[in-house]
């Protein structure tokens, strides 16, 4: 995750509230590798049918953990010490004891968010989230263009009920913000979908750079935004960070070296841009200081990564397979070691990006040694420009 609106103006909305404040020259000490954010994607099912959808949710399915070893999860995730517990799918409102999963989780010493598409939260859902203490409530909205949205999740009427699901949510307290999957379809829409943000309160705006995993295999490479698209991207991220500073928040992720680009764009001294890229190595990424635990309990180094499991809860304690020793944890946590194809092999800032996105370096790219296709940031020039 880059803070964009952190690195740019150094204030935080959201962020500062679950993490406490962090900024360049004072980087996040939220989450470390063994006491990672876990996302624990509840369920398969799901009301909508995304075609970029990593896990691929549809159905359920029959191996999807029982409330009973749901319980022991929530147990195992307490004893980690996890700062933060994302509930998501699927979608987690469908599951049948999501109400008791979080009622037992609320007696723990967790921090709740929940990540969800939004149709199902009406005025009391809201209210009851609020009272359960969730820290943070993410929805996934992609578009300003109903039509396009509701496309692209799969579901006619879905953004007027997502959007209401948001509205609710702010209702009641709730700190709440929006997730977007930038493709080269809907880049354009990036100053509306800012300006939704803003007219309707939302205190948060996070940005997904489109990744390779699940259902978003099956889509061209036509998808992925233009060097050429990226700039302007990025550009109106950081503008929009300066005029809207304080109140909304705006980060993206599945893809670190934005970190690179905004430090290359706003620092004014050498000094200050290394404590840019200090601000972003901490950040850290899949595998690092977070993982995932799918519906079945496997556990992977983060949700978009499902090519490489750390192990199974219900095999093995949580506590055991989040260890140094671990193969898998090793290349996420030491991933510069393994680039030895492309770009990203001789990337003077590779100890820091850690490669990109992982999952389109093995899916598009073709191994675990491969460069991520989507950089478009000429490293070299970057690097002279603040070192030499």
């Known amino acids: 995750m880059i803070p964009v609106t952190v ?31 876990i996302v624990w994607n509840t369920t398969y099912a799901c009301n909508l049918k995304c075609i970029h959808c990593y896990i691929e949710a549809g159905p359920s399915r029959g191996d999807e953990l029982g409330y009973e070893e749901a319980k022991d999860l929530i147990d195992q995730i307490n004893e980690v010490r996890s700062p933060l517990l994302i509930l998501s799918g699927g979608e987690p409102l469908v599951r049948r004891d999501f109400k008791k999963i979080v009622e037992y989780a609320s007696t723990k010493d967790l921090n709740l968010v929940l990540s969800t598409n939004g149709v199902l939260i009406d005025r009391e859902a809201a209210r009851w989230l609020k009272e359960k203490g969730f820290r943070y409530i993410g929805v996934s909205i992609d578009s300003p263009r ?36 930038v493709t080269r379809y809907n880049v354009e829409d990036v100053p509306d979908i800012i300006k939704l943000c803003i007219e309707n309160g939302i205190s948060r705006a996070t940005f997904y750079h489109l990744s390779a995993a699940g259902r978003a295999l099956e889509m061209g490479r036509d998808w992925y935004i233009t060097p050429e698209q990226y700039i302007w991207f990025m550009d109106t991220l950081i503008n929009a960070s300066i005029k809207y500073r304080g109140i909304l928040e705006i980060e993206t992720t599945m893809a670190p070296f934005d970190g690179i680009y905004i430090a290359d764009k706003i620092a004014k001294t050498r000094a200050e841009f290394k404590l840019y890229m200090e601000l972003v190595e901490a950040q850290g990424g899949c595998g690092r200081k977070i993982v995932s635990i799918y519906p079945d309990g496997t556990v992977y180094p983060c949700q ?30 030491q991933t510069e070691k393994y680039l030895k194809n492309g770009k990203c092999s001789t990337c003077p800032f590779k100890h820091i990006c850690k490669g990109g996105d992982r999952v389109r370096a093995y899916y598009l790219g073709g191994s675990l040694y491969a460069s991520d296709p989507l950089c478009p940031l000429d490293v070299e020039a970057i690097y002279r420009r603040w070192y030499s």
């Open 304 to 333: 978009f990564v499902d090519f490489m499991n750390l192990g199974n809860i219900k095999e093995k304690k949580l506590r055991d397979i989040l260890t140094p020793e671990h193969p898998a944890i090793q290349y996420f946590t």
């Open 146 to 181: 109903p039509d396009w949205h509701d496309e692209f999740r799969g579901v006619e009427g879905a953004f007027e009920k997502t959007l209401m699901g948001l509205r609710y949510c702010i209702e009641a307290g709730l700190p709440t913000g929006i997730r977007f999957t």
């Open 7 to 37: 690195m740019v103006s150094g204030v935080g909305t959201v962020s500062y509230k679950i993490k406490g404040r962090f900024k360049a020259g004072l980087p996040s000490r939220f989450s470390e590798v063994f006491r990672p954010v």
